[in-house]
């Protein structure tokens, strides 16, 4: 039945009366081949939102019964219809005979052949395709996707472009902030991010894409005007299966740009070749290897942040690690091509922090200016090395170097322990502090407490989220792993743990707080409480200043017991001796 005869028929079965308690496979079916023109056609029966999710339905809705890995769509049309949906779309199976429910007295049954292709460019659609109006920057890659997306998103913020941010962490609106679910959520959730970030007069929409995104084709309606790929490296072969199938996956998001889009791709990593090979748009090649457009050089790392040449042009950054330099350029070199001026984008890439939680550096104020470029008072210098406070007053204070990372995987933690190495200095010692969660992997427990003991000088084994599992029981898994009693400590209290790190460690030490990032919850029992890992370091470096600060003051009054000056003890009449 095609569009024109099915609507004539619908009407006239609506005109004798046929309505009410139906079978969804007694109502009029409408079969549509998949074609652009559809949208129109079905926004016409359609006064309300696309939905993917039988529970989201109200009256007016349109939903699409989408097939997923753990739930079928198909088995929620009743709940959508009773809740008011007007049209309801399903896949063409003949096997398939429907459900029975009190449908609305205009609900229709159209049929397509893939409910998944279509409910995303319907989704936007339906919405007016805010997309358009907008410039929307996708990342994807194993590794690095949410801290290259939130460099951009902050460097363009920075340089005075309203953003929108969606990704892992959370969805950062112009007027507010939302905690994410996941990386890229479902097309009918997009479609509204989108049409919001649009109403919110937003210039540029930032968003992270998942593999699994692009292969359940989430992503479809979308219109990119750039794409970064910043690396593959073996993960999520349980859904995809295979290397190959996991690279074609990303590789989606790269075939379908237009012409007179962008693509970056990091040169160094062995998968560039081939995301970028059905590839319409501009490729741009960034990296540290010969042969890249552009090319990092001098490349200068420190506890402190790094700096480096990138188009002949120098930046610094407070990230750490020669990963974030990689993922500052092409954060970068998505802004160069957008057209941001030069000093402008140094003196932001100066400022930006990056996500939370993701090798975060916690300092023991709040202070935004801390290390800042203005901070100097030399604008003229903006942009050089000296102005970002890469070796601020911050890093001369009596405290270690402390930061938190979400590493909760063997291979994280190790690598996240081997980029401080390379950056800290060899007289210092690195403090690891972390634990694993319950009800999870098991066997990966031992494996991270052998790899702290053999990266760390000092390991201290604390509660992540124990979830229903004991506490103690978790940590002696991981105790099974270290083989030197004397270098670990044991502490299941996890605000206990960090506070006697960040309060025992040396002047210039380097403490890692691993596993929960940017998590400010533990869930122990059943039970959820508050408990942030950047807040609680924050507080020991504030309680280990306050007792620096009275010790001082001890020593000072102490000093003008004996007569001798606390300003300078030589002092000697009022002349310095």
């Known amino acids: ?69 753990a739930q079928d769509g198909h088995a929620f049309t009743e709940q959508a219809a009773e809740r008011g949906a007007t049209v309801i779309i399903t896949e063409a199976d003949p096997t398939w005979s429907g459900a029975e429910y009190l449908g609305p007295e205009d609900a229709i049954h159209v049929q397509v052949s893939s409910t998944r292709r279509l409910a995303g460019p319907l989704a936007q659609y339906v919405l007016g395709n805010p997309a358009t109006s907008m410039t929307v920057i996708g990342v994807t890659g194993t590794n690095g996707k949410t801290t290259t997306a939130t460099l951009i998103e902050q460097l363009l913020s920075e340089c005075g472009a309203v953003t929108t941010l969606l990704g892992t962490i959370e969805k950062r609106f112009p007027d507010e902030i939302i905690q994410s679910r996941l990386t890229t959520t ?15 007069n937003s210039d540029v929409l930032v968003m992270e894409v998942s593999s699994h995104a692009l292969d359940q084709h989430r992503t479809d309606g979308i219109a990119f005007d750039a794409a970064v790929f910043t690396n593959l ?13 996991y690279a074609r996956a990303k590789r989606r998001l790269f075939d379908n740009l237009p012409e007179d889009a962008r693509a970056y791709f990091f ?43 990138l188009a002949g042009i120098p930046f610094e950054t407070r990230l750490v690690g020669r990963h974030n330099v990689a993922n500052m350029m092409a954060a970068l070199s998505v802004c160069m091509d957008m057209g941001v001026e030069q000093e402008a984008l140094q003196h932001a890439s100066a400022k930006v922090k990056g996500p939370r939680g993701r090798l975060e550096r916690v300092l023991p104020s ?51 322990c081997d980029t401080l190495r390379a950056v800290m200095p060899p007289s210092c010692q690195l403090h690891v502090v972390f634990g694993c969660g319950g009800d999870r992997d098991r066997g990966k427990r031992p494996q991270m407490g052998h790899i702290a003991e053999q990266s760390a000088d000092r390991v201290t084994i604390t509660s992540d989220n124990p979830r229903s599992e004991d506490p103690m029981a978790i940590i002696g898994d991981v105790l099974a792993g270290c083989s030197d009693p004397d270098r670990i400590d044991v502490e299941a209290d996890r605000r206990k743990a960090i506070r006697k790190v960040v309060m025992g460690a040396s002047v210039g030490d380097v403490v ?58 030589k002092e000697k009449n009022g002349e310095v001796a």
């Open 1 to 69: 039945m095609d569009w024109e005869q099915g609507a004539q028929d619908v009407q006239s079965l609506r005109e004798h009366g046929v309505q009410g308690q139906v079978g969804l496979s007694k109502l009029p079916v409408i079969r549509l081949p998949e074609q652009e023109s559809i949208r129109e056609r079905l926004q016409t029966l359609c006064h309300g939102m696309v939905q993917t999710d039988s529970r989201s339905v109200s009256p007016g809705d349109l939903f699409i019964a989408v097939r997923g890995i």
């Open 186 to 200: 479902g097309p009918a959730e997009l479609a509204v991010d989108f049409a919001r970030a649009r109403r919110e």
């Open 233 to 245: 490296t073996q993960d999520h072969l349980d859904y995809h299966g295979t290397m190959e199938q």
């Open 267 to 309: 040169r160094d990593d062995a998968y560039a070749g081939f995301m970028a090979e059905q590839c319409r748009a501009t490729s741009v090649l960034y990296g540290f290897e010969e042969g890249a457009d552009r090319q990092a050089t001098g490349v200068e790392l420190s506890v402190s942040g790094s700096r480096f040449d």
């Open 366 to 416: 709040n202070d935004e200016n801390t290390g800042k470029a203005e901070d100097t008072g030399n604008a003229e210098n903006t942009g050089k090395a000296e102005d970002t406070g890469l070796t601020n007053s911050a890093d001369n204070r009596s405290f270690p170097v402390v930061f938190v990372d979400y590493a909760h995987t063997p291979d994280a933690l190790q690598h996240v």
């Open 512 to 569: 890692l707080i691993a596993g929960k990032g940017h998590e400010t919850t533990q869930e122990m029992a059943g039970v959820r409480t508050h408990l942030d890992d950047t807040e609680e370091a924050r507080e020991a470096l504030q309680a280990r200043e306050t007792q620096q600060a009275h010790e001082t003051q001890q020593a000072h009054e102490e000093l003008q017991a004996r007569g001798a000056s606390p300003i300078n003890p």
